[in-house]
């Protein structure tokens, strides 16, 4: 695969210039999520007020897929109810397993921008590590 | 032999491997080696021709398979200098090796109180076995420290041996800093304290001539897959008299005398640690792979990877923006050279690597205490081998030096 496709600005940029990559004050919930294999550590970070994500953040190293994909991520989830932002969660780790539809990535926005992960086994476990720590601690929310 | 002459050696020499081609540079030979034909061809005629359960059936076949696999031990006996053939048993790999160890020679000779130095520099295979068998006695585990560059100082040796310390594990090559240590002067010094000392030669045993007689190593594990040989085959070396006192670690078929409802004794040395069938197409294949080095000569195969290392490493400092792990000195890194491109994760550096063909791993190499001591979370590894190239080098070189502006710097 072209590498630059790969490596889009999408990516790029939100691993260069993240907008949440920072200690949240007093967060209502957080959870670290690790990646073995190639020693990815975030801890996802919200602020939760009646079913309402108002705020959110990461802090933590990794490969820029990590990094970018948390921070859009991110991005996504702050203003939206709990349940919207765990059903992004599930279309993302699905369209990473390539069992998405196209109008369920369209869903996604940026956050598609990371689809052609899927094609690289190596690096799904990065592209998906931030989703699946939202949806570890929002279960049952 | 001139310049060109020896390009053409290496050149011949690669076709002797049928991975091997211009498609890929394969720069991870510290996690595994390619194997070359006549190692395929072993494995192929054994299993074709010769393979039977040996040490069990009494006909010619299962003798012959029985022979094989002695003449294979007796070849790697010979391969690192061991006196006897016993001293040498056969296991799946390094990890396997360091296991039994730690597990028997552990359980009779550790107690309360007792020390365990294992350098901060091990690869997981040789840290965890340790450490478990240390809590489990109750004795303690003691930290080596090698300064940055992976030298272990002999201040800091006296520092850490006590009467009170029992073994030591230290790696002969570090698979991350790629430093020799000077082993034959480090187990003189353990000796002296009136302890044994464990080598991990997983790194060195592939690249260098080991002669376990003259470091006077009391134990030596390596792995066949790193050097040419298939995978599922490694060896422990211990002295003799270290063995013969040691409880088996795995117990089963072929590992006893006699056993009975009340009474069991089990197999001489090395058969009381070779439990169940035996891999003997994989200590065939090692005895290929030995026959193969030999006729390469260790001359030819430092000669090259120095050669490489040199190259590789002279040409990061060129690059810039780029840390290089361990020693400035290129004669420090036995064909390994471990780096960090600044602000690019190494799995990034890694994966761009990747996709240009280029093989190198990333991540922590099984080395984490390494990674703290060091302050780096987890770095980028290219290791070679005598049949990689000069063109293979600058191709890595040539990617590498894009991958800051790949990802916008
Ligand atoms: C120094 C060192 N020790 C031990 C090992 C473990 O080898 P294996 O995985 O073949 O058991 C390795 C290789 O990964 C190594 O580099």
Known sequence: MDIKRFYNEIVTDHNLHPLHKHPLEDPDIELEGVNPSCGDEITVQLKVKDGVITDGSFIGDGCAVSQASADIMIDMVIGKKVEQARHLADIFIRMIKCEATREEIEELREAGALEDISHNPARVKCAVLGWHTLDEMTKGM | ?409
């Open chain 2, 1 to 409: 032999m001139n310049k060109e002459e020896k390009k053409d050696l290496i050149t011949n020499y690669r076709k002797l491997f049928p991975l091997l081609s211009d498609d890929i540079a394969y720069l991870d030979n510290a996690a595994t080696t390619q194997k070359p034909g006549v190692v395929l061809d072993a494995l192929k005629h054994y299993y074709e021709q010769d393979n039977a359960n040996p040490f069990r059936g009494v006909y010619d076949l299962s003798e012959r398979a029985t022979e094989l696999y002695e003449a294979a031990r007796g070849k790697v006996a010979g391969f690192i200098n061991a006196k006897y053939p016993e001293e040498i048993v056969f296991v799946r790999n390094a990890t396997e090796a360091l296991n039994l160890l730690a597990y028997s020679w552990c359980e009779d000779n550790l107690s309360e109180s007792d020390e365990v130095v294992v350098s901060v520099m091990e690869h997981h295979s040789d840290f965890l076995p340790w450490k478990y068998m240390a809590e489990k006695k109750g004795a303690r585990l003691v930290k080596l420290e090698p300064d940055q560059t992976g030298l272990i100082s002999d201040d800091a040796l006296e520092r850490t041996l006590s009467d009170k310390t029992r073994i030591v594990a230290l790696t002969h090559i570090s698979n991350v800093l790629g430093r020799k240590n000077d082993i034959k002067h480090i187990a003189g010094k353990v000796h002296a304290a009136g302890a044994l000392i464990s080598v991990d030669g997983a790194q060195s045993v592939p690249h260098t001539a080991v002669d376990v007689r003259d470091l006077d190593c009391d134990f030596l594990s390596f792995s066949g897959h790193k050097m040419f040989a298939p995978m599922g085959i490694g060896v422990l070396y211990g002295k003799r008299e270290h063995l013969e006192k040691m409880k088996p670690f795995l117990y089963g078929g072929e590992m006893i005398q006699t056993v009975h409802w009340d009474k069991v004794t089990y197999a001489e040395i090395p058969h009381r640690f070779e439990a169940g069938t035996v891999n003997v197409g994989g200590a065939v294949g090692l005895s290929a792979a030995i026959d193969f080095i030999n006729g390469i000569g260790w001359e030819t195969i430092e000669a090259q990877e120095e050669k490489l290392t040199k190259r590789a490493i002279l040409g990061i400092k060129d690059i810039g923006n780029i840390r290089l792990i361990g020693s400035d000195r290129p004669e420090d890194h036995k064909g390994i050279v471990t780096f960090c491109v600044e602000d690019v994760h190494p799995h990034d550096v890694a994966d761009i690597l990747g996709k240009a063909g280029v093989c190198i791993r990333a991540g922590h190499h099984c080395a984490q205490p390494l990674m703290d001591h060091l302050g780096v979370r987890s770095t980028c590894r290219a290791s070679f081998a005598f049949y990689n190239t000069e063109e293979e080098v600058d191709r890595f070189l040539t990617e590498l030096s894009k991958v800051r502006g790949l990802m916008g710097y």
